[in-house]
């Protein structure tokens, strides 16, 4: 069965630096696509990023992207210049066909601080 | 903008109760899933809907049913509610492998 693992329960960033989410996952699957989800506090849960792991090139959305190791299993989110509007929980996730569902990480708790 | 939303932000309710939650996207999307997510553990897949009528258990089907009449509409049933129920209920859509959209979340409580 697929896993997906957050290590980091909770995280700190001081606004303007840069922090890196870790996530790794668990598969035999070749194909397969990763996600990364943000819930801000008592709002949608919203799309932050997605990378397919046919794709060597790692994504990028602006001051999101990550680090997308296939051999290691590994996908960490990396944010820079923090704001404050990106203190939420972050969510990584991991999407193969043969599931035909989302397997989702415990989660890390961002804070951003002044 | 794909748009998802749940009958209920907040919902409290006794054991022993039927409980609906009610969610419906305006998408056309295929898929719609429900989740329930506790501290500590994540979002974990109850049911989920690839069309009409159509059902598939997800990782804790346990004490819920779901029904699927309209395209647009998926129904969460908690046939009787118990204390362990108690959680955060979030409900997503899809169109084929691309990411899933949330709707707010129902915080259910059955005391």
């Known amino acids: 069965a697929q896993t997906v693992t957050q290590s980091q329960p909770e995280m700190s960033v001081q606004e303007a630096e840069t922090v890196t989410l870790s996530c790794t996952y668990d598969t035999s699957e070749s194909d397969y696509y990763l996600f990364w989800y943000k819930q801000p506090p008592s709002r949608q849960m919203i799309l932050v990023i997605r990378?397919?792991?046919?794709?060597?090139q790692n994504a990028t959305e602006n001051r999101f992207s990550v680090n997308f190791q296939k051999a290691a299993k590994s996908f960490s989110l990396k944010i820079s210049d923090s704001q404050l509007g990106d203190a939420a929980m972050y969510f990584c996730?991991?999407?193969?066909?043969?599931?035909?569902?989302?397997?989702f990480g415990t989660g890390t708790r961002l804070q951003v601080t002044l | 903008d794909v748009k998802v939303t749940q009958s209920s932000r907040y919902l409290v309710k006794r054991t022993g109760e039927k409980v609906f939650l009610e969610c419906v996207q305006d998408?056309?999307?295929?898929?719609m899933f429900w989740y329930r997510q506790d501290p500590g553990l994540g979002l974990r897949l109850i049911y989920f809907s690839y069309d009409v009528k159509m059902k598939e258990k997800g990782d804790i089907p346990e004490g819920y049913s779901v029904s699927r009449e309209k395209k647009e509409r998926f129904s969460l049933i908690l046939e009787s509610a118990s204390t362990n129920q108690t959680s955060m209920y979030l409900c997503?859509?899809?169109?084929?492998?691309?990411?899933?959209?949330f709707g707010p979340g129902t915080r259910l409580t059955v005391t």
């Open positions: 996730a991991y999407f193969t066909g043969t599931a035909s569902k989302l397997t």
């Open positions: 990378q397919e792991a046919y794709k060597q």
């Open positions: 998408m056309d999307h295929e898929n």
């Open positions: 997503a859509s899809s169109l084929g492998v691309a990411e899933q959209y």
